[in-house]
């Protein structure tokens, strides 16, 4: 166990793994714990991460965002191929399930929790732990099986509803239910805001039974990684701020536009860019 002292309160809480990924130029850190974290302290949030991983308690990447945890022998390590045929994706480690006990007691009252499993490793019942808070979910990592040699495929998540049903709002990839729409109609059903984006697209929006679509301003697209949880952080706080999904949809669509046009952790929003997405419309 590893704790940053003291803790101080924060307004948004994300739980889920720190990811190692293996690229063609070397390991960067990963995951949506990353990126989402990032994207929160730029929008001004006070922020803290739950998570288990080796020695990530003071990753410069992460801008002296507070960690707690478990620490781990192994740090959740996934690889990429791109293949002819599309991606392929491994995952050659995972570190330990994360659950309620490894929050901070000064951690239980924040205004955002998003629970953000890359490789099934947040405990579902935390849905319902934090009974103040607006949830968020990022259910990728729920929807993700592997074999032996660490192939990772889609996989059916027998939780959903009940978690959705606990939750306030969930972004998902239509990539990530491998463009199956008869999912998307499930989840909708069972949660009160989806918002499912859709690469350089754009994102659509479901609520109260009605679904709009939010089309992203041009750009020259260099590196799409991060995009979606870039876009998960800017939903749920500019959801939180507002209580619109609408323009929780059009908020995180402009900003998740910029994000392409840089590469790595340089694709987190600036001051500027937050500005424009407040004020500007698509």
């Not at 288990?52 to 022998?73: D, K």
């Not at 059916?156 to 990839?173: H, I, K, T, Y």
């Amino acid at each position: 166990m590893y704790r940053i002292v003291p803790i101080e309160p924060v307004d948004y809480l994300i739980i889920g793994h720190i990811t190692e990924d293996i690229t063609p130029t070397g390991s960067q850190i990963g995951g949506t714990a990353s990126y989402s974290a990032l994207t929160a302290k730029a929008l001004g949030l006070r922020v803290g991460i739950v998570t288990a991983c080796n020695n990530c308690l003071n990753l410069e990447e992460l801008n002296r965002i507070p960690v707690a945890g478990l620490t781990s022998e192994d740090n959740t390590v996934f690889e990429n191929i791109q293949t002819p045929a599309g991606r392929v994706q491994y995952l050659h480690h995972r570190a330990p399930t994360l659950n309620l006990s490894l929050v901070p007691e000064s951690w239980r009252n924040p205004s955002i929790v998003h629970l953000a499993p890359v490789a099934n490793e947040v405990d579902p019942g935390l849905v319902r732990a934090f009974p103040n808070a607006l949830i968020g979910l990022t259910p990728q990592g729920w929807m993700r099986a592997w074999d032996e040699q660490g192939l990772v495929r889609f996989t059916d998540w027998p939780e959903a509803g009940f978690v959705m049903q606990n939750a306030s709002a969930a972004v998902l990839s239509i990539e990530d239910v491998h463009g199956d729409e008869s999912y998307i109609e499930d989840f909708a059903s069972h949660i009160r805001v989806l918002a499912v984006t859709e690469g350089a697209a754009g994102a659509r929006v479901y609520w109260n039974g009605d679904v709009r679509r939010f089309r992203p301003p041009p750009v020259d697209e260099l590196e799409p990684t991060g995009a979606g949880d870039i876009f998960a952080a800017s939903f749920f706080y500019r959801l939180g701020a507002t209580r619109d999904p609408w323009e929780a949809g059009r908020f995180a669509t402009h900003l998740a536009s910029f994000s392409v046009t840089r590469r790595g952790m340089g694709s987190i929003p600036n001051a500027d860019e937050i500005q424009m997405a407040m004020t500007e419309i698509i």
